[in-house]
């Protein structure tokens, strides 16, 4: 029997993708604060991954919760900008979504599905706003692939052979901003972690640049089967989604390099796929004009 979280926390998945995809075609990170991503841009990436767990499980409980906050305000700030443009309500967005999920871990705690919908409507948000500073800075497919490679060694020595996820997890758990979309009904909870999400998010973007639309189709609808098969399996205990995600993302980039060849870059993408403007945006236009 399917439990009523495992259409939450697959819808959430759902969402994730296709917001993150709708964002990506529709805006234009205003001045991404990483510059143009490259290949030594992917290793120290993955640097930072060993060492911020390890950080986290080091620091003070506030401190690592403040270092939470500060790291989701910059995305969601970034985020936010092209869609709101003014200064005051992008910080009252960014701000406003931060200290609502701060008061819904206070006042519910961060094990019941009120704190739940909340937590997991901002990491959505905190998603599409990572995927794109990522993808619209000039990720390439090939990158993302050699991440996505690291990361299925990595998890799974971290998750399968050591404590270390379980540990990260149950200790961020009851902070503001616990990076899991869960839900729990009759007595189980199920998740996804937030890392796994990026990944599987950013991909179809960077496939979409690099080889076209229906290379990036494909990968977001292989990462929402992959993600569903995983929750579906009865699998005890924390499993390394990126065991099988890695995978699937190098074979993805392989099929479609031998089939189109060079990559595009972003601006070859963006001269060949102009962004859809929103209304918002043909009306800010017709004013200025």
Not at 182 to 208: K, N, R
Request: hydrophobic share 60%; net charge positive; proline share 5%.
């Amino acid at each position: 029997m399917t439990h009523l979280s495992y259409y939450v926390v697959l819808g959430c998945t759902a969402c994730a993708l296709l917001l993150s995809w709708a964002y990506y075609r529709h805006y234009q990170v205003s001045r991404p604060p990483i510059g143009v991503f490259n290949l030594m841009d992917i290793v120290l990436m993955m640097v930072f991954i060993i060492l911020v767990p390890l950080l986290y499980l080091i620091l003070p409980i506030w401190l690592a919760a403040v270092l939470l906050l500060l790291i989701a305000l910059s995305i969601l700030y970034f985020m936010w900008e092209p869609v709101l443009h003014a200064r005051w309500a992008i910080w009252l967005a960014a701000l406003g979504l931060l200290a609502i999920d701060s008061a819904a871990a206070f006042l519910f705690g961060t094990s019941q599905n009120a704190f739940f919908a909340i937590n997991n409507l901002v990491l959505l948000l905190i998603v599409v706003g990572a995927t794109n500073l990522w993808a619209q800075s000039g990720m390439k497919a090939r990158d993302a692939a050699l991440l996505g490679v690291f990361l299925a060694l990595y998890d799974f020595i971290a998750t399968s052979r050591l404590p270390l996820m379980g540990d990260l997890l149950t200790r961020l758990a009851g902070l503001p901003l616990a990076p899991l979309v869960a839900w729990s009904s009759e007595h189980t909870l199920w998740g996804i972690g937030l890392g796994d999400l990026l990944l599987a998010a950013v991909f179809p973007l960077v496939m979409h640049k690099a080889f076209g639309r229906p290379a990036g189709l494909v990968a977001l609808l292989l990462a929402f089967a992959a993600i569903g098969t995983l929750l579906a399996l009865p699998l005890q205990g924390f499993f390394p989604a990126m065991v099988i995600l890695g995978p699937l993302m190098v074979l993805q980039y392989l099929y479609w390099k031998s089939r189109r060849g060079q990559e595009r870059t972003m601006w070859q993408y963006l001269r060949e796929e102009p962004m859809e403007p929103t209304k918002q945006s043909l009306t800010s236009r017709q004013e200025a004009l």
